[in-house]
C-alpha cells in the first residue's frame, strides 16, 4: 500500500458510513430492497457502491457484480465516479466509470457505473429486465424529481420479475418511512450524522437580542416594489390556500408575551410577503463587526433577488469592502465554473458572503460556513393543471429544507442560524416539499410511460408512490393527442416516438422535427436552445427602457424568438472578432447564455443525428437565407396550442386565449413594445400566472398558420406545405 492509498483509507474509515459498514452489508444480503438514510457528507454516495464492490472483490468467486447508481444531475453522477475512481486509486472508465447524456467513460472491467436517472430510464427501453445488473442504487431519492418517482413504479414491477436483483435508496434523513411502506414495509438503515450544534434564532429572537425595530419601509425599502415578493397573490390555486393561510392562521394565533413590548410591536410589522433587505443587511453587518470569523451563507429565492440584494450590499460602506468582505454568488444559471468559486477560500481577515438558491442546500456543501440566514423562501415550479398553466414562484419551504438550510453552519465548528421569519410561521410549514410528480405538467411523463410500453397512462400513474390528480393526468393526454403524439387510442404516433428521444419538452422537440421538415433547422436550433435557457436578455431594474430598446432592435418581425436568433447570430460574429463580451454587455445580453446556446445548438444537432433525422455530415450554417414563413411555421408547429388572438380595437389591440380569457404581454417581450401587432394570433413559449397572465416570448403568425394546425386543416393548406417540406409532412400525418 501507497502513503496516499494509506491516507485515503484512513479518511474512508473516519465517515460515518464506514461504522455501518458490516450491517449494510448484511442487510443488503439478507433483503431485496433497502432504504439507507443518513445526513449529507456522511458517505453514502461514495461510499456505499464501494462497500458492495469491495465485498465481491474479497470474496471467493471474484467480481460478479454490476452496479448501477443514479444521480439526478450530470454533474453529480461525472463528479462522483471521479472522486470514487481516485479513492480506488485507478483512472475513470476501469471498475468505476459514469454514463451521462451524450458523454461517458466506461470500459469492460466496469462494475460499477454512476448514471443520471434518465440513463437508466433510456436503458429500460432496450432492456427492460436490466439483464446482467445485481444492484440498483437510486440516490438523492428525498429529492422526489418526476424521473426518481416514475423509476420507482418501474423498478417495483421488475424487482417481483427478477427476485435475485438488489434495489438499494439512499435519501437525507427525512422521510425513509414513505419509501418504506411503499416497497412493502423494506428495512431501513439509519447513519447517524456528524454535525456540531448549530443555535437556532428565528425572528423574534433577532428582534429581541438586537432591539432591531422593523416598520412596513424597513422592508419596502428604499428601492420600492420591485424588491418585494409578493406571495400569496401569485400562489397557484390549491397551493395558496394550504400555504398562505397556514401562514396567517399561526400568526393570529401567536402570542409573543414573553417577548418585550418593542418586540411584540415590531412583529406586527413584519409582512409575510416581503424579504426584509434592510434586516439582512443589518444582520450582516453584525456578523461582520462582531461576530467569530466564519462564512455566511444566505438563502434567497433566486437569481433575481440574489441580484437585487447584491446591489443593495455593495452600496454599504462594511459589507462592500473588499478588505473586509468577498461577496459572492450562486444559483442554478452559472456554470460551474463560477459556482466554485464558493469553494474557495478567502485572505485572512476577509469575510466570505454567499447569496444562495436552494440548490446550496444539497447538491454542493460548503465547508466553511459558519453563519447561515434563512428567508424561509424558494422559487418552486408548479403547475396550474385546471388553465394549463405553470407557474414559478416564490412559496415557503417545507421543514425538511429547513433542516437542510440549517445543516449547512456546523460543518467545521459550532454554528448560528438566522430564520427570517417567526418560530410560529416555520411550525406551519409542511413535512416536505411537495413532489415534482404532484405539481409539474405531466406530457413528458406520459410520453415516456408509452415508449417504455407500460400499459395505461392513467393505470400506471396511479401506482405511484403518490399519485397524480386525475385533472392533470387528463390535460397531459389531452395536449399530447392535440400535438399529434398520441392517437384517439393512445398510442404513440410517429411524431410520438421521436419526441421520445429528444430531451426537452414535447413542444420544443417537434419544433425541432419542423425545423427538418421545413429545412430551415439551424435558427430553430437556436430557438430551441434559447428556450431552454435563462432568458438571454437581461433587465437591470433602473435600466429596463435601456434593455427592452435594445432587445427590440433584434426583431423588426414581431418576434421574440427571432430576437433570440439575431441575437445570437450577432454574438456568434463578435466572438469572431474576440468582442463576444463587449458586445452583450453593449446588448444588454447575458454572455453565459449564449455559451450554453451555442453548446445546446451542437447537442441537439448530434441528438438529430443519432436518431437518423438529420444526415450525419450535415453542418449547421449561419445565415438569413430561409424563408421567413417557414421559421414562423416551424415556430408555431411547435407551439400550438398556444396561441392567443389578437383582438384590433381602434388603435389598441388586446389579447386573449381560450383557457385565460383576456392575458397581457410580459414586460420582456419585444411585442409589448409594440402599438399595434399587424397579425391576428400571438403564438407562444410560456405563459405565467402572476396576479394576471402573462405572456412571456410570443411570435406573431397570420392566420393561415393556426388554420393549418388547429384541426381545421383545409386541402389547399396542406399541398402548398406538402410541396415546399418536399414531402416529408406527410410522414407525420399519416396515422402510425
Ligand atoms: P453523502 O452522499 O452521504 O452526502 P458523500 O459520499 O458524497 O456523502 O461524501 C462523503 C464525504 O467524502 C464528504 O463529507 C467529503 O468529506 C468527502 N468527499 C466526497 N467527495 C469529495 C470530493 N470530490 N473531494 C473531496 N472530498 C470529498
Ligand atoms: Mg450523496
Redesign the pocket.
Given at each position: 500500500e501507497s502513503p496516499e492509498g494509506r491516507r485515503i483509507m484512513e479518511f474512508r474509515s473516519s465517515?460515518p458510513?464506514y461504522k455501518e459498514k458490516e450491517a449494510i452489508l448484511s442487510a443488503i444480503s439478507s433483503n431485496q430492497v433497502l432504504i439507507i438514510s443518513?445526513?449529507?457528507?456522511?458517505?453514502?454516495?461514495?461510499?456505499l457502491p464501494q462497500f458492495i464492490l469491495e465485498s465481491e472483490i474479497e470474496s471467493v468467486c471474484g467480481v460478479v457484480c454490476n452496479i448501477i447508481c443514479t444521480q439526478p444531475r450530470r454533474i453529480a453522477a461525472i463528479?462522483?465516479s471521479e472522486?470514487v475512481a481516485s479513492e480506488r486509486g485507478e483512472k475513470l472508465g476501469e471498475t468505476v466509470g459514469y454514463k451521462v447524456r451524450l458523454e461517458g467513460m466506461r470500459g469492460r472491467d466496469t462494475h460499477l457505473l454512476f448514471c443520471t436517472t434518465g440513463i437508466l430510464l433510456r436503458r429500460l427501453l432496450d432492456d427492460r429486465n436490466l439483464k446482467g445488473v445485481t444492484h440498483i442504487i437510486v440516490d438523492e431519492i428525498h429529492e422526489r424529481g418526476m424521473n426518481e418517482d416514475f423509476l420507482l413504479v418501474v423498478l417495483k414491477d421488475l424487482l417481483a420479475r427478477r427476485s435475485e436483483l438488489k434495489l438499494i435508496l439512499m435519501s437525507a434523513t427525512l422521510d425513509a418511512e414513505l419509501f418504506s411502506s411503499y416497497f412493502n414495509g423494506a428495512a431501513t438503515i439509519k447513519i447517524p450524522g456528524f454535525t456540531y450544534p448549530v443555535r437556532t434564532h428565528f425572528l423574534e429572537d433577532i428582534l429581541e437580542m438586537s432591539g432591531y425595530i422593523l416598520t412596513p419601509d424597513n422592508q419596502i425599502d428604499d428601492y420600492g416594489q420591485e424588491r418585494i415578493w409578493k406571495m400569496n397573490k401569485q400562489a397557484p390555486r390549491k397551493r395558496k390556500s394550504q400555504i398562505s393561510s397556514a401562514v396567517e392562521d399561526s400568526l393570529r394565533a401567536a402570542d409573543f408575551n414573553d417577548y418585550s413590548l418593542q418586540t411584540r410591536e415590531s412583529l406586527s410589522c413584519w409582512n409575510p410577503d416581503c424579504i426584509g433587505f434592510n434586516l439582512i443587511q443589518y444582520i450582516l453587518c453584525n456578523i461582520c463587526e462582531h461576530e467569530r470569523p466564519g462564512a455566511v451563507l444566505v438563502f434567497m429565492t433566486g437569481w433575481d433577488d440574489i441580484n437585487a440584494l447584491k446591489e443593495k450590499l455593495h452600496t454599504h460602506p462594511v459589507l462592500s469592502d473588499p478588505s473586509r468582505v468577498l461577496l459572492l454568488m450562486c444559483h442554478s444559471s452559472m456554470d460551474s465554473l463560477e459556482q466554485r468559486l464558493i469553494f474557495e477560500e478567502p485572505e485572512d481577515g476577509v469575510r466570505k458572503i454567499v447569496l444562495a438558491t436552494n440548490i446550496a442546500e444539497t447538491s454542493i456543501?460548503i465547508n466553511d460556513i459558519v453563519f447561515v440566514l434563512d428567508c424561509g423562501k424558494a422559487k418552486e415550479s408548479s403547475y396550474d393543471a385546471l388553465n394549463n398553466t405553470p407557474c414559478l414562484l416564490p412559496t415557503w419551504i417545507s421543514k425538511g429544507s429547513v433542516q437542510q438550510r440549517r445543516g449547512r453552519a456546523g460543518r467545521v465548528q459550532p454554528g448560528e442560524c438566522y430564520h427570517l421569519y417567526p418560530r410560529c410561521v416555520y411550525d406551519s410549514f409542511a413535512e416536505h416539499q411537495l413532489p415534482e410528480i404532484l405539481r409539474m405538467p405531466l406530457q413528458s411523463l406520459c410520453l415516456q410511460i408509452k415508449s417504455l410500453k407500460l400499459g395505461s397512462i392513467s393505470e400506471f400513474l396511479s401506482r405511484a408512490l403518490q399519485s397524480p390528480e386525475i385533472l392533470a393526468v387528463q390535460k397531459a393526454i389531452e395536449y399530447l393527442k392535440t400535438i399529434g403524439a398520441l392517437d384517439e387510442n393512445e398510442n404513440l404516433t410517429i411524431l410520438g416516438h421521436n419526441l421520445t428521444v429528444l430531451p426537452m419538452e414535447p413542444k420544443l422537440g417537434k419544433m425541432l422535427i419542423f425545423g427538418v421538415i421545413f429545412n430551415c433547422l439551424d435558427p430553430i436550433l437556436t430557438i430551441v436552445a434559447g428556450l431552454s435557457v435563462r432568458d438571454p436578455f437581461l433587465t437591470p431594474l433602473d435600466k429596463k427602457d435601456l434593455a427592452g430598446a435594445a432587445k427590440s432592435q433584434f426583431s423588426s418581425d414581431y418576434s421574440d424568438h427571432l430576437a433570440i436568433v439575431r441575437a445570437y447570430e450577432g454574438w456568434k460574429d463578435a466572438e469572431k472578432d474576440l468582442v463576444g463580451h463587449e458586445y452583450c454587455w453593449k446588448n444588454f445580453l447575458s454572455a453565459n447564455s449564449m455559451r450554453v446556446i451555442d453548446a445546446l445548438r451542437m447537442e441537439f444537432l448530434s441528438l438529430l443525428k443519432d436518431i437518423g433525422l438529420v444526415d450525419s455530415n450535415m453542418t449547421s450554417c449561419n445565415a438569413w437565407s430561409y424563408d421567413m414563413y417557414l421559421i414562423r411555421a416551424a415556430i408555431c408547429y411547435g407551439l400550438y396550442p398556444g396561441i392567443c388572438s389578437v383582438v384590433h380595437k381602434d388603435k389598441s389591440c388586446s389579447l386573449k386565449t381560450m383557457e385565460d380569457g383576456k392575458v397581457l404581454l410580459h414586460s420582456n417581450s419585444v411585442n409589448a413594445r409594440e402599438t399595434k401587432i399587424p397579425y391576428s394570433w400571438l403564438i407562444f413559449n410560456e405563459k405565467i400566472k402572476v396576479n394576471s397572465v402573462f405572456l412571456r416570448d410570443s411570435t406573431a403568425v397570420p392566420d393561415s398558420m393556426v388554420l393549418l394546425f388547429g384541426g381545421s386543416i383545409s386541402k389547399g393548406d396542406v399541398d402548398g406545405h406538402l410541396k415546399m417540406s418536399g414531402g416529408y409532412l406527410e410522414f407525420f400525418m399519416k396515422p402510425a
Open positions: 465517515l458510513a443518513g445526513e449529507t457528507g456522511c458517505g453514502k454516495t461514495t461510499q463528479s462522483v472522486r456543501t
